[in-house]
């Protein structure tokens, strides 16, 4: 049937409408994006964090010369002696000695002087001494190593433990998940890989009443929600990203953080339910207030975590064949 001229026009004007809600959207995005992350230097009040993202993006590219399958002696000088640069200015910024990243460059310096010493090769003009003294022990495991080991047996294990994982929707109302089991979820999930190691995710946890309050913020958990006992809320710290070719790293390593923390929690025999935040920035807002979530965290997603109830049934979930996934090139 031929849409009339007036249902044609209002068709246009409800798309042109949509997109200038989108480009607004986007645009909060980005602005909340552009406050956070460091452009052209580090913006005073993220600085500390800005110089820290610094301190990890060499330190990591460091460490990657280390394993290189052709390593090659002396690389990478210029990144080594911008990384000597940045432990003066993290400290000249009042940065802590002992903070974590700061530590592993210099756990990175070391590692790189110690490669080159047991190869006989000279790297005193670009190390200044204190930093590679071998009687001091490093704080941080950095710079390279074996890889773990792993049996064939665990490895056979993953698919079968893969695919036992379902989104849980029925949790126990009398069995509230220990704070040490989530802490330990958490401590697996962040083995997720992340660009340049930079680590921004962070999670938000709430039980009982304030995991009610966060739930009634999301609009995918009814019929559902008044049984979750604890909620966990993903974010990522954009002030560890930088530039325009970042801008959506938060959601990708998000993403994947998450996914960890779905199957560690799992491993632990707890179960849990993924819970979109596909919202509009008004309700960012909201969420971001009750939740005390900071301006430079980008809200990834909400997962209801607990016991699942006895006899509980879940979605099949019916995936695609495998064939619609795959395109050989
Ligand atoms: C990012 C994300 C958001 C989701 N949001 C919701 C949600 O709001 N409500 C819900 O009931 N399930 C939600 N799910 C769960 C999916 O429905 C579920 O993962 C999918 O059907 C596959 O089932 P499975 O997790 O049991 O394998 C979400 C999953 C993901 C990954």
Same mark, same amino acid.
């Given at each position: 049937?031929?849409?009339?001229?007036?249902?044609?026009?209002?068709?246009?004007?409800?798309?042109? @409408?949509?997109?200038?809600?989108?480009?607004?959207?986007?645009?909060?995005?980005?602005?909340?994006?552009?406050?956070?992350?460091?452009?052209?230097?580090?913006?005073?009040?993220?600085? @500390?964090?800005? /110089?820290?993202?610094?301190?990890?993006?060499?330190?990591?590219?460091?460490?990657?010369?280390?394993?290189?399958?052709?390593?090659?002696?002396?690389?990478?000088?210029?990144?080594?002696?911008?990384?000597?640069?940045? +432990?003066?200015?993290?400290?000249?910024?009042?940065?802590?000695?002992?903070?974590?990243?700061?530590?592993?460059?210099?756990?990175?310096?070391?590692?790189?002087?110690?490669?080159?010493? *047991?190869? *006989?090769? =000279?790297?005193?003009?670009?190390?200044?001494?204190?930093?590679?003294?071998?009687?001091?022990?490093?704080?941080?495991?950095?710079?390279?190593?074996?890889?773990?080991?792993?049996?064939?047996? =665990?490895?056979?294990?993953?698919?079968?433990?893969?695919?036992?994982?379902?989104?849980?929707?029925?949790?126990?109302? =009398?069995?509230?998940?220990?704070?040490?089991?989530? +802490?330990?979820?958490?401590?697996?999930?962040?083995?997720?890989?992340?660009?340049? *190691?930079?680590? +921004?995710?962070?999670?938000? @946890?709430?039980?009982?009443?304030?995991?009610?309050?966060?739930?009634?913020?999301?609009?995918?958990?009814?019929?559902?929600?008044?049984? /979750?006992? +604890?909620?966990?809320?993903?974010?990522?710290?954009?002030?560890?990203?930088?530039?325009?070719?970042?801008?959506?790293?938060?959601?990708?390593?998000?993403?994947?953080?998450?996914?960890?923390?779905?199957?560690?929690?799992?491993?632990?025999?707890?179960?849990?339910?993924?819970?979109?935040?596909?919202?509009?920035?008004?309700? =960012?807002?909201?969420?971001?207030?009750?939740?005390?979530?900071?301006?430079?965290?980008?809200?990834?997603?909400?997962?209801?975590?607990?016991?699942?109830?006895?006899?509980?049934?879940?979605?099949?979930?019916?995936?695609?064949?495998?064939?619609?996934? /795959?395109?050989?090139?």
């Amino acid at each position: 049937m031929k849409m009339s001229l007036l249902a044609r026009l209002k068709k246009k004007c409800r798309r042109a @409408l949509e997109w200038m809600k989108l480009q607004r959207e986007s645009a909060l995005d980005a602005h909340r994006y552009f406050c956070s992350a460091s452009w052209a230097g580090p913006a005073k009040k993220h600085e @500390l964090t800005h /110089i820290e993202s610094d301190l990890i993006k060499h330190y990591h590219v460091l460490e990657k010369g280390l394993v290189m399958a052709d390593f090659r002696p002396r690389s990478g000088v210029a990144i080594l002696k911008r990384l000597i640069v940045l +432990t003066s200015i993290w400290k000249d910024a009042g940065g802590d000695e002992n903070e974590f990243h700061f530590q592993a460059a210099l756990a990175v310096i070391k590692s790189y002087h110690r490669k080159h010493h *047991n190869l *006989n090769i =000279d790297v005193s003009d670009l190390i200044p001494p204190g930093f590679c003294d071998e009687d001091e022990i490093c704080k941080v495991d950095a710079g390279s190593k074996l890889p773990n080991e792993i049996s064939a047996d =665990d490895l056979a294990k993953f698919d079968r433990f893969a695919l036992s994982r379902h989104s849980v929707r029925q949790f126990s109302l =009398d069995r509230v998940p220990e704070h040490a089991l989530l +802490t330990s979820a958490v401590e697996v999930a962040i083995s997720a890989p992340s660009v340049c *190691n930079r680590q +921004t995710w962070r999670v938000h @946890l709430y039980e009982g009443e304030a995991a009610q309050k966060m739930l009634s913020f999301q609009n995918g958990n009814r019929g559902f929600g008044h049984l /979750i006992p +604890t909620v966990a809320i993903v974010t990522s710290d954009m002030r560890l990203f930088g530039g325009g070719g970042e801008r959506y790293q938060g959601w990708i390593e998000g993403g994947l953080f998450s996914m960890n923390f779905l199957l560690a929690l799992h491993a632990r025999g707890l179960s849990s339910v993924a819970l979109n935040w596909s919202r509009l920035n008004k309700d =960012d807002r909201l969420l971001r207030a009750a939740a005390k979530i900071p301006e430079h965290e980008r809200i990834i997603m909400l997962i209801g975590c607990g016991y699942a109830s006895e006899g509980h049934e879940v979605t099949c979930s019916p995936r695609s064949p495998v064939s619609q996934f /795959i395109k050989w090139h």
